[in-house]
Each structure stands twice: as structure tokens, then as C-alpha cells.
């Protein structure tokens, strides 16, 4: 099975500019989650969703952050308008609520620079 | 809250040599502990995981004890590989209702195994 795909990998942008960031989970996880990971603050957990319903969006930094999941497949995170401080690489990850723990699978991240 | 502290890096060895990963948590009832880990360019991947106390889970030589009345897991390897460089993260979920699948990570030790 494939793993989360996440898109785009690299996405360099300049302030002011709206960012897309999207991600599939994997077939049957029914829960997804948005980490921003930056050197100064680690991993933070800015929002997640089961069964594509957000359920704790408590560390999304801002109102220029948004999230959605129209359906079980497909989630974006789109931040406008962008801030320098928003560069930082931006993780999907899914999980099934039937496995014994919280295990997550990760995307290989989207690095996002704004100039 | 639920917090995960784990020894600040970096941290360098040469092959073969013993290493260890300090990890403490705080947390509220009994929690699921985690020990993930990041190769260069990559995501998160878990890496072993203990659901209760004495636990001890274990994977490519990697091993760690959930130690309830010390709140430790500690990470362990008898002899390292250069393969083994990457950024390790200790990592708790609460076993609590909705957050069960609420990931709280430790900052990230960064080991780097020269030859």
C-alpha cells in the first residue's frame, strides 16, 4: 500500500502569497494530522481530523492558517496571506483508530520557504 | 499537560559504540510511549513503542523500557551503525478518549555516527 503523499515537496514563495499544501492519507486511516516542524519549536501539532472532521485545531498558529478535508482521501492546508515566519517543513500524517496505539505514518514532509 | 523531555543533542559516536537516549514524560493516567525517527530528508517513521508499564519494545537493535515510576524511556543501542544517523524523537500519546491518537513529542536528539 502506498504510504501519505504529500505535495508539493519544495515550494518556495514570497510574502503576501497564498500556499497550498496538500496530502493523501492512507486507504482506511480515518485520521490525519498536520505537523509543522521548524528548528527553533520541533514538532508542533496544528490540527487533525477523524473521519475528515476537524476535531482539535488548537495549534493552528493563526487565522491565516486554514485546513480542510473534503474527503477521506484528500486534505489541504493553505496558509494566506504567507509570513517569512511560516518557512518550515509541514508534515501529513494518518492513523487507524482500530490499531492498538496512536501509531502515525508520515508524509515525507513539504518544505515551505517564504522570502 | 503532557510533555515529553529528551537529552538535547547533538549527539556523536563513532561505529560500535553504546548509545543511549534519555527520555522523561509527564503525563496524566497511563500513556503510550513512542520512540519515532527521521532520516535525512525524510518523515517520521516509528521506530519501536510501549503501551504499559515494563514494556520493553524493540527494532534494528534498538531497545527501550517503560519505566512507570521513573516516567523514563530511555533509548538504547548495544553498537551503532553510521546507518543509524538521524534525528530520534521520544514521543507519548495519553490513553484518554478523544486524544488518544494526539501525538506529543520530545524536541529531537540529532545522532550522528561517524565510521
Known amino acids: 500500500d502506498a504510504g501519505v503523499i504529500q505535495s508539493p515537496r519544495h515550494e518556495v514563495t514570497e510574502m503576501g502569497q497564498e500556499v497550498t499544501l496538500r496530502c493523501k492519507p492512507i486507504s482506511g486511516h480515518d485520521y490525519l494530522f498536520w505537523y509543522r516542524q521548524t528548528m527553533m519549536r520541533g514538532l508542533e501539532l496544528l490540527i487533525y481530523?477523524?473521519?475528515?472532521?476537524?476535531?482539535?485545531d488548537s495549534g493552528m498558529p493563526e487565522d491565516r492558517f486554514s485546513a480542510k478535508m473534503p474527503n477521506a482521501s484528500f486534505s489541504t492546508l493553505k496558509i494566506q496571506p504567507s509570513e517569512p515566519r511560516d518557512s518550515a517543513v509541514y508534515f501529513c500524517a494518518s492513523s487507524f483508530s482500530e490499531s492498538d496505539t496512536g501509531e502515525l505514518f508520515f508524509g515525507e514532509g513539504s518544505r515551505l520557504t517564504v522570502l | 499537560g503532557n510533555s515529553v523531555t529528551q537529552m538535547e543533542g547533538p549527539v556523536t559516536l563513532s561505529e560500535e559504540a553504546f548509545l543511549t537516549i534519555n527520555c522523561t514524560y509527564t503525563a496524566t493516567g497511563y500513556p503510550s510511549l513512542f520512540w519515532y525517527v527521521q532520516y535525512p530528508g525524510e518523515g517520521l517513521q516509528l521506530l519501536l513503542k510501549a503501551t504499559k508499564a515494563d514494556d520493553k519494545g524493540s527494532n534494528k537493535g534498538f531497545e527501550a523500557t517503560y519505566r512507570k515510576e521513573t516516567t523514563s524511556f530511555h533509548l538504547e543501542k548495544g553498537s551503532v551503525q553510521v546507518s543509524d544517523s538521524a534525528v530520534y524523537f521520544c514521543a507519548l500519546t495519553p490513553n484518554s478518549g478523544g486524544s488518544n491518537y494526539k501525538l506529543t513529542f520530545g524536541k529531537g536528539t540529532l545522532l550522528t555516527v561517524n565510521p
Open positions: 481530523f477523524n473521519n475528515n472532521v476537524p476535531i482539535d
